[in-house]
């Protein structure tokens, strides 16, 4: 089974990417590189991370990294404000999804469970994954923070995920918690899905050995 | 306009806060900030993030509410670069 996991380089991404491939599956990471709305450092825990997860897990894994600035920028120029983080989650899954499409992979992992930030409610997740034809696993959802960190403790990228960083400047003071799914495809009509495509064809492909 | 000069709690910047709430001309920001050498990495309209690495700076991101995050070596070389900037931003509070 090949899967498709989103990781950011925070805490849980890295345990959720384990855990799949703890269940045999066989995962290709992909972060999608905020800069210049971050800094270097998130990219930099994610590389180390998956590093530090190829070890542990003793196989090779491979990380596609993907700039996602100009996707990023496409959001806060052309949809409402308090979207940002729902629409940078669905494009994230919809460049997820393509790569998926490309590689031959079935589904896709992420991260989340509920109600960890403000952004992160059922609702949302619901909103996000309108419209994505491929199964979203999140082995993360029913988990509590603590859980998630006594693992990421376990498998070694703790401490790699909670090395100083700049988080990104385009989130709202006020991000919606309850987003329509109609809303949201209003905005989406206004955003630019070749930039996307662009943005895959710039990507660049890290392989990690144990 | 700054009273503040803070690090940023991702601990990787300085931030600067107005001591009053403000709006930026953001195209009136943009367009005096690449005169004065700093570039434009990119423009999303309620953000804008420039470079100046001959000065020390790794990069500027200026909000429209008017913060600022300077990232740079340490709060010496921000300081420099908050003088110069206050200056071009204080024109174009709306």
């Known amino acids: 089974m090949k899967l498709v996991s989103l990781i950011s380089g925070g805490i849980d991404s890295p345990v959720s990417t384990y855990l799949m491939i703890a269940r045999g599956a066989d995962v290709i990471s992909v972060h999608c590189d905020n800069r210049p709305f971050t800094d270097e450092t998130f990219m930099t825990r994610t590389k180390d991370a998956v590093q530090r997860i190829a070890t542990h897990t003793g196989r090779e894994l491979e990380l596609v990294i993907v700039p996602n600035g100009d996707v990023q920028a496409d959001i806060a120029r052309n949809s ?16 997820a999804s393509k790569l998926a499409r490309k590689i031959g992979a079935e589904g896709l992992i992420t991260g989340e469970s509920l109600g960890q930030v403000a952004s992160q409610t059922l609702r949302n997740l619901m909103t996000e994954t309108a419209a994505h034809d491929l199964p979203i696993l999140r082995p993360l959802i029913g988990m509590d923070k603590e859980e998630i960190i006594t693992i990421a403790k376990e498998i070694g990228t703790y401490d790699i995920s909670i090395r100083p960083g700049t988080c990104c400047t385009l989130v709202p003071n006020r991000p919606a918690t309850m987003a329509r799914t109609d809303s949201i495809q209003e905005n989406e009509e206004n955003l630019d899905e070749a930039l996307i495509d ?13 | 306009m700054y009273s503040v000069l803070k690090p940023c709690k991702g601990g990787g910047s300085f931030e600067a806060v107005p001591g009053k709430q403000v709006h930026l001309d953001m195209p009136g920001v943009i367009k005096d900030l690449q005169t004065s050498g700093y570039k434009l990495l990119s423009d999303a309209k309620v953000v ?6 001959s000065r020390g700076l790794d990069s500027l991101t200026v909000f429209r509410s008017g913060k600022l995050m300077i990232r740079c070596g340490g709060e010496d070389t921000a300081g420099e670069h908050l003088e110069i900037i206050t200056g071009i931003i204080e024109k174009h509070v709306v």
Do not use: D, N, W
């Open chain 1, 80 to 95: 409402e404000r308090r979207y940002q983080c729902v629409l940078c989650r669905k494009r994230m899954l919809l460049t």
């Open chain 1, 198 to 210: 662009t943005a895959i064809e710039r990507s660049e492909t890290h392989v990690f050995g144990p």
């Open chain 2, 48 to 53: 804008a993030v420039f470079s100046k690495t």
